[in-house]
């Protein structure tokens, strides 16, 4: 059979493009989490949130002043990263305004990223592009796009779900959410994301709420905003919880029966996790314990590269972050959930 | 000068009228800019302004919606200061304002006339008001909550031109059954 020499030229240069956008995208080839929905059911359930592609602007050129100079208050809620050896602040009062900073930590190029609507922040490697915000909601969970493919990204799957690289999973690095008090203690040197981000906002105010008092959008009783794919009422549905997928499923412990438990040991599909407590950060480490390595809660010490001791070394570390309970349970659906009194 | 223009004019004549109107379009240019987020809380009681934007003047965050160029603290008031949208809040209002005379006139107007008011002009200020919370600033979706916030946020590019629409048809409505003499 003889190819049209234009059809093998449109292959050919859609192959290259491809691999043109990978080498500039940090990706795995398949998500490295099974996704509860298929990708067209995914795609299905994207809306408008009401602001256009970019209307909400990513911070492309973030500046960085010392914690000193920063003027945040004790509980105000951050993005807080430490990697290669740089330790960075996003206040969440900015990045409600922006929800991406395409930041450079250690000469690596990352995206840090925070959608109001869920509550979850997380950190992705971006390679040689950047990442926008689409305007789309998935699960009220805000839909990044790559400007390298434009393929559609939402933030908790971290997997695109349209464009060129459907399919695959972005890189994550563990980022922090906690508030300025907790991070400035443990990272007394850290930097601050300033409010010269090239727009004019009005940088004193959370349109959504206020999480000092729990207020508006926030309260754990308060509906979301936009349809979900799935609802579970085991909890109301902004409680907070500290959720992590793996390739044996996806579980979520809530911030009380973390502190309260102090270790976390959990049966997820065929293998065993464990969640620790970072009492000064108020979240969790989660490691892949398959041996079930016993842990003892006494030995363990937090610093700045996170929680070490007995029984940690040699456990892989799994990314996690905290959510509000119904968009975990609107991607997870089957998710394990520890609560309080037994997982 | 036509007829519609005479009657448009009879509308405000009077110093009270003029109070009227500008009251009113005064009143829902603070309700619109308030509502779409431009006008919010958040000031520390000091009367300040910088304005390190101009660039992006013409910059539209949504349909219909600009980029702000500046910062001005009112006290307790911080307001995003985009002259475009401030420009349009003015024209709806001052539309709002205008319908509202007409309303009025009509429905003051001797009943044997055969004359009614419309009550389309007013329900054309409700789009714009949509509007302005389903763009940019979420807190008149949190107020009005599911199902509606997810409608308005997919029809927001459309309620603007809406409200103008309805409006100036109106008001085009009222200013025909208007007596030329006042």
Not at chain 2, 81 to 106: D, E, I, Q, T
Request: contains cysteine.
């Amino acid at each position: 059979m003889r190819v049209p020499g234009s059809l093998f030229l449109a292959m050919a240069s859609l192959v290259m493009s491809l691999t043109v956008a990978v080498a500039v995208l940090p990706t795995q080839p398949s998500p490295p989490v099974p996704v509860a929905d298929s990708l067209e059911a995914l795609r299905a359930a994207v809306r408008a949130g009401g602001p256009p592609k970019d209307g909400i602007p990513a911070i492309d050129a973030p500046r960085f002043q010392a914690a000193s100079e920063a003027g945040l208050a004790p509980d105000e809620r951050v993005i807080g990263v430490h990697h290669n050896g740089v330790t960075r602040a996003y206040p969440q009062r900015i990045l409600v305004w922006h929800e991406i900073v395409n930041d450079e930590l250690g000469g690596e190029p990352v995206s840090i990223s925070y959608c109001p609507l869920t509550g979850t922040a997380l950190g992705f490697r971006r390679g040689d592009t950047t990442l926008g915000v689409s305007g789309r909601l998935l699960n009220s969970n805000l839909v990044m796009y790559d400007r390298a493919t434009d393929s559609e990204w939402p933030q908790m799957l971290g997997v695109a779900i349209a464009g060129p690289l459907v399919g695959h999973g972005l890189d994550e690095l563990r980022v922090v959410w906690t508030t300025w008090q907790r991070w400035q203690a443990r990272y007394p040197e850290t930097q601050v994301l300033t409010t010269e981000t090239g727009y004019v906002r009005n940088y004193r105010r959370d349109p959504y709420g206020s999480y000092d008092p729990l207020g508006g959008y926030y309260r754990p009783e308060s509906r979301p905003l936009f349809p979900v794919m799935h609802e579970d009422d085991r909890l109301p549905p902004k409680a907070e919880v500290l959720g992590f997928r793996s390739p044996h499923g996806a579980a979520a412990v809530t911030q009380s029966a973390l502190a309260a438990q102090g270790v976390v040991e959990l049966a997820v599909g065929e293998s065993h996790y464990t969640v620790v407590h970072d009492p000064g950060l108020d979240t969790g480490w989660v490691f892949h314990n398959p041996d079930q390595q016993p842990i003892d809660p006494e030995a363990l010490r937090f610093g700045a590269e996170g929680v070490s001791g007995s029984g940690i070394e040699g456990l892989a570390p799994v990314n996690a972050f905290e959510a509000m309970w119904f968009a975990w349970a609107a991607f997870y659906p089957d998710t394990l959930l520890v609560d309080g009194a037994s997982p | 000068m036509t007829a519609r223009h005479l009657r448009l004019a009879t509308l405000v004549r009077t110093r009270h009228q003029w109070g009227a109107l500008a009251g009113i379009a005064l009143g829902y240019t603070l309700l619109y800019l308030w509502l779409s987020g431009d006008l919010a809380g958040g000031g520390q009681g000091g009367v300040w302004a910088i304005f390190p934007a101009w660039a992006r003047i013409l910059e539209a965050r949504a349909p219909f919606r600009f980029e702000p160029v500046g910062l001005i603290e009112l006290g307790p008031l911080v307001w995003t200061f985009s002259p475009l949208n401030l420009l349009l809040a003015l024209l709806l209002g001052l539309l709002v304002g205008l319908n509202g005379l007409a309303a009025w006139r009509l429905w003051r107007a001797p009943r044997t006339c055969g004359l009614r008011g419309s009550g389309l002009g007013l329900l054309g200020s409700l789009p714009a008001l949509l509007a302005g919370g389903a763009c940019c600033a979420p807190l008149l979706l949190v107020w009005l909550g599911l199902p509606l916030a997810g409608a308005l946020a997919g029809l927001s590019s459309w309620l603007l031109p809406l409200a103008l629409l309805l409006l100036s048809l109106g008001l085009w409505v009222m200013t025909r059954r208007l007596p030329r003499q006042g």
